[in-house]
C-alpha cells in the first residue's frame, strides 16, 4: 500500500481542515471521557397536605409592554413573592425583542423590567444574533435562575441556549453565557419547561434538540448551572419541548408534543433521569404547542396545555399521583375565532395552597390567574 505523502506537503487549506478536524476530535474525546458523577436522586415531592382552600380563583393581565407577548416563565423567588419574566416585542420586528421581568406585590404586579434583549445577548456570547425568545426563570436556594434561547440565522437549527443567574432576586445579572451543551455547541437547542430539583443540590433541566430528528433531552447540573451530564429522552416518533415532574426520588415522567398525531407523548425514568425509555400514555390531544406540568398539594397532578380545538382553547387536566389516569379539570380560555391564540403555559403551585397560571394571551399580553385545588374539583367538565 502506498503510503500517504506527508501532511506538510499538502495544501494550506486542507492543512487547515486537517488541523481543525483533529482538534475537534481530541475536544470531543475529552469531553466525553470527563469524570461521571455521582448517580443522582430527584428531591423528594412534598408529601400531600391535608390543609384546603376555599374554592377561589382570579385572574388579571400583567402589565403591558411592547406589541407582542409571549412565553412566560413562574417562579417563587427567596423571599416567597412570586415572579414573572417573559417575551416581548413590537409587531414583526425581531431584533427589538425583550425579556421582562415582574414581581407580585401587595398592591399587585411591579412595572416590568428588562433583564435581556438581543444587541446585549449578541454582544455577550459573540454571535449574530436574530432574535430572544421563551425565557425560564428558576429560583433555587439563593441563586434566580434565567434561562433563554438565542436563534441566528438558521432558525430552529441555530438557536442556542443562553444561561444568566441573579444574587439578589433579579435586581442583577451575571453576563449571559451559552449553555454548552456537547464539543460542538449547543445549535438546534429548544427550552419551554422549568428544572427539577435534585437531592445533591443541583437542578435537572428538560430541553429539546430540533438539529436533526426533535427529540428530548435532560441536562443535569450543579446548583450555578454547570453541566454535568445529560440524557437523550428517546421516542419511536419525532417529539419536542418536555415538560418534567419526579413522582419520587428516583421515577420521573417527561410529557413531550408530537406534532405529526397532535397528541402527548410520554418518557420516563426510574434512576434518577441518567436514561429515559418511552412508555404508554393517555391519548390526551396536543396541537403542537407547549404544555405545564405540576404536582398539585393533594398529591395528584395537573397539566396545562391546549385541546384538539388548536390555541384558541387552554385547558387544565388532573392526574393521579403516578400519571396513569387523567380527566379535564376546567377550560379556561375557549374563542371561536381563528386568529385566538392562549397558549405556552407556566404553571406554579406554592405551598401555602394556592396554584398560579400564566399564559400568553391572544399575542398581546400575558394573563396570570390564582386558583385553589378546591375550585379545580368544582368544574363542571
Given at each position: 500500500?502506498?503510503?500517504?505523502?506527508?501532511?506538510?506537503?499538502w495544501?494550506?487549506?486542507?492543512?487547515?481542515?486537517?488541523?481543525?478536524?483533529?482538534?475537534?476530535?481530541?475536544?470531543?474525546?475529552?469531553?466525553?471521557?470527563?469524570?461521571?458523577?455521582?448517580?443522582?436522586?430527584?428531591?423528594?415531592?412534598?408529601?400531600?397536605?391535608?390543609?384546603?382552600?376555599?374554592?377561589?380563583?382570579?385572574?388579571?393581565?400583567?402589565?403591558?409592554?411592547?406589541?407582542?407577548?409571549?412565553?412566560?416563565?413562574?417562579?417563587?423567588?427567596?423571599?416567597?413573592?412570586?415572579?414573572?419574566?417573559?417575551?416581548?416585542?413590537?409587531?414583526?420586528?425581531?431584533?427589538?425583542?425583550?425579556?421582562?421581568?415582574?414581581?407580585?406585590?401587595?398592591?399587585?404586579?411591579?412595572?416590568?423590567?428588562?433583564?435581556?434583549?438581543?444587541?446585549?445577548?449578541?454582544?455577550?456570547?459573540?454571535?449574530?444574533i436574530?432574535?430572544?425568545?421563551?425565557?425560564?426563570?428558576?429560583?433555587?436556594?439563593?441563586?434566580?435562575?434565567?434561562?433563554?434561547?438565542?436563534?441566528?440565522?438558521?432558525?430552529?437549527a441555530?438557536?442556542?441556549?443562553?444561561?444568566?443567574?441573579?444574587?439578589?432576586?433579579?435586581?442583577?445579572?451575571?453576563?449571559?453565557?451559552?449553555?454548552?451543551t456537547?464539543?460542538?455547541?449547543n445549535?438546534?437547542?429548544?427550552?419551554?419547561?422549568?428544572?427539577?430539583?435534585l437531592?445533591?443540590?443541583?437542578?435537572?433541566?428538560?430541553?429539546?434538540?430540533?438539529?436533526?430528528?426533535?427529540?428530548?433531552?435532560?441536562?443535569?447540573?450543579?446548583?450555578?448551572?454547570?453541566?454535568?451530564?445529560?440524557?437523550?429522552?428517546?421516542?419511536?416518533?419525532?417529539?419536542?419541548?418536555?415538560?418534567?415532574?419526579?413522582?419520587?426520588?428516583?421515577?420521573?415522567?417527561?410529557?413531550?408534543?408530537?406534532?405529526?398525531?397532535?397528541?402527548?407523548?410520554?418518557?420516563?425514568?426510574?434512576?434518577?433521569?441518567?436514561?429515559?425509555?418511552?412508555?404508554?400514555?393517555?391519548?390526551?390531544?396536543?396541537?403542537d404547542?407547549?404544555?405545564?406540568?405540576?404536582?398539585?398539594?393533594?398529591?395528584?397532578?395537573?397539566?396545562?396545555?391546549?385541546?384538539?380545538?388548536?390555541?384558541?382553547?387552554?385547558?387544565?387536566?388532573?392526574?393521579?399521583?403516578?400519571?396513569?389516569?387523567?380527566?379535564?379539570?376546567?377550560?379556561?380560555?375557549?374563542?371561536?375565532?381563528?386568529?385566538?391564540?392562549?397558549?405556552?403555559?407556566?404553571?406554579?403551585?406554592?405551598?401555602?395552597?394556592?396554584?398560579?397560571?400564566?399564559?400568553?394571551?391572544?399575542?398581546?399580553?400575558?394573563?396570570?390567574?390564582?386558583?385553589?385545588?378546591?375550585?379545580?374539583?368544582?368544574?363542571?367538565?
Amino acid at each position: 500500500m502506498q503510503a500517504l505523502p506527508p501532511i506538510s506537503s499538502w495544501a494550506p487549506g486542507t492543512q487547515r481542515w486537517l488541523v481543525a478536524l483533529l482538534f475537534l476530535m481530541a475536544l470531543a474525546a475529552a469531553f466525553w471521557r470527563a469524570p461521571q458523577p455521582e448517580p443522582a436522586a430527584f428531591l423528594a415531592p412534598p408529601a400531600p397536605s391535608e390543609k384546603t382552600l376555599p374554592p377561589i380563583q382570579q385572574a388579571e393581565m400583567l402589565p403591558g409592554m411592547g406589541e407582542t407577548a409571549g412565553t412566560p416563565s413562574l417562579t417563587r423567588l427567596a423571599d416567597g413573592r412570586l415572579a414573572c419574566a417573559w417575551r416581548s416585542s413590537s409587531e414583526g420586528k425581531h431584533e427589538q425583542t425583550t425579556i421582562w421581568f415582574s414581581t407580585r406585590e401587595s398592591t399587585g404586579w411591579s412595572e416590568p423590567r428588562p433583564i435581556a434583549n438581543r444587541e446585549y445577548t449578541a454582544g455577550a456570547i459573540f454571535a449574530h444574533i436574530q432574535r430572544i425568545d421563551s425565557p425560564i426563570i428558576h429560583q433555587h436556594g439563593d441563586l434566580l435562575h434565567l434561562w433563554y434561547a438565542a436563534t441566528g440565522v438558521a432558525g430552529h437549527a441555530g438557536q442556542t441556549i443562553i444561561h444568566s443567574l441573579s444574587n439578589n432576586g433579579g435586581l442583577h445579572w451575571t453576563t449571559p453565557a451559552r449553555l454548552q451543551t456537547s464539543p460542538f455547541g449547543n445549535n438546534g437547542m429548544l427550552l419551554r419547561a422549568p428544572p427539577i430539583p435534585l437531592d445533591d443540590g443541583g437542578l435537572a433541566l428538560p430541553l429539546s434538540q430540533h438539529l436533526f430528528s426533535p427529540h428530548g433531552e435532560w441536562l443535569r447540573l450543579t446548583a450555578n448551572g454547570q453541566i454535568l451530564e445529560k440524557a437523550r429522552m428517546p421516542h419511536d416518533v419525532p417529539s419536542s419541548h418536555p415538560a418534567a415532574l419526579a413522582l419520587d426520588t428516583n421515577r420521573a415522567i417527561a410529557l413531550l408534543q408530537d406534532g405529526t398525531a397532535e397528541r402527548l407523548r410520554a418518557v420516563s425514568s426510574d434512576n434518577g433521569g441518567r436514561s429515559w425509555q418511552a412508555i404508554d400514555f393517555p391519548a390526551l390531544p396536543n396541537p403542537d404547542s407547549p404544555v405545564a406540568l405540576v404536582r398539585l398539594p393533594s398529591g395528584r397532578l395537573l397539566l396545562a396545555g391546549n385541546t384538539a380545538a388548536g390555541r384558541g382553547n387552554l385547558a387544565l387536566w388532573i392526574g393521579d399521583a403516578n400519571a396513569r389516569e387523567w380527566r379535564l379539570a376546567r377550560t379556561i380560555e375557549s374563542a371561536a375565532d381563528g386568529a385566538a391564540d392562549f397558549s405556552e403555559p407556566s404553571l406554579l403551585a406554592a405551598p401555602d395552597g394556592w396554584i398560579h397560571l400564566a399564559y400568553n394571551w391572544r399575542r398581546q399580553g400575558i394573563r396570570y390567574m390564582s386558583f385553589s385545588e378546591a375550585w379545580l374539583d368544582g368544574g363542571d367538565q
